[in-house]
């Protein structure tokens, strides 16, 4: 574990420094919103609607920033000072914790920028949507750690990763945009059991997974 937080730290210290994912992140948040708002105009536009909106929002922003997890290491040449010094185990944890901390600090700032630009978006049940939205920065963080280690040694890195991420993140985002829908509906907490425990369940299979494969995945 200490080596896992070495290297979250290693790689944290990295961002600050070059901030690429950082700016990049930012970047896209604020131009998707305004294109968003630019779009929509005058018109007045569904509360679900804009509940699915954030969840799409949520995706891209991941889409164009954690990709880089593991194809920053291909590019400075440390794969194999990793390789060497770390289990595979170590490895993963410390990429998981450092695209969760990341995941979270933008998710944050899409989650305040969208609440203060969409009064349609109202939430009536915010402890069933803070459940959902922790789970589903887990599940996002997760998914796309592996893929990110998947890709690293493509040529289109670019392009495979959404290829790849897309189907394996629809279950996960349909969910999410159903919750999100339920909280905007007042539903009550224990009605919304079983979606929570769909968002539950795909942590739990992702993050499981992705130990059991990672090994293979780092050493091939």
Do not use: H
């Not at 080596?3 to 730290?9: D, G, N, P, S, Y």
């Not at 224990?190 to 293979?216: H, T």
């Amino acid at each position: 574990m200490k080596q896992a937080i070495a290297l979250f730290r290693k790689d944290l210290s990295s961002e600050i420094r070059t901030r690429y994912a950082i700016n990049s992140l930012l970047m896209f948040i604020i131009v998707t919103i305004s294109v968003i708002l630019y779009a929509i105009g005058q018109e007045k536009i569904s509360d679900y609607l804009t509940g699915g909106l954030l969840w799409v929002i949520v995706f891209f922003t991941a889409m164009s920033g954690l990709s880089r997890t593991f194809v920053s290491e291909e590019e400075r040449g440390t794969v194999m000072a990793l390789q060497l010094s770390a289990t595979p185990e170590t490895v993963l944890s410390g990429k998981f914790m450092f695209n969760l901390v990341l995941m979270f600090s933008m998710n944050i700032i899409i989650l305040v920028l969208y609440s203060l630009l969409f009064e349609a978006f109202v939430l009536k049940n915010l402890s069933l949507f803070l459940a959902a939205y922790l789970l589903g920065n887990i599940g996002i963080a997760s998914a796309s750690t592996v893929i990110a280690a998947i890709i690293s040694k493509a040529g289109s890195k670019g392009t495979l990763y959404p290829v790849l991420a897309f189907p394996i993140l629809l279950p996960l985002m349909l969910t999410l945009i159903e919750t999100t829908k339920m909280s905007m509906d007042g539903t009550p907490f224990d009605e919304s059991l079983v979606e929570l425990a769909v968002l539950g369940s795909y942590n739990v299979v992702m993050i499981a997974a992705s130990y059991l494969l990672f090994d293979i995945i780092w050493k091939d």
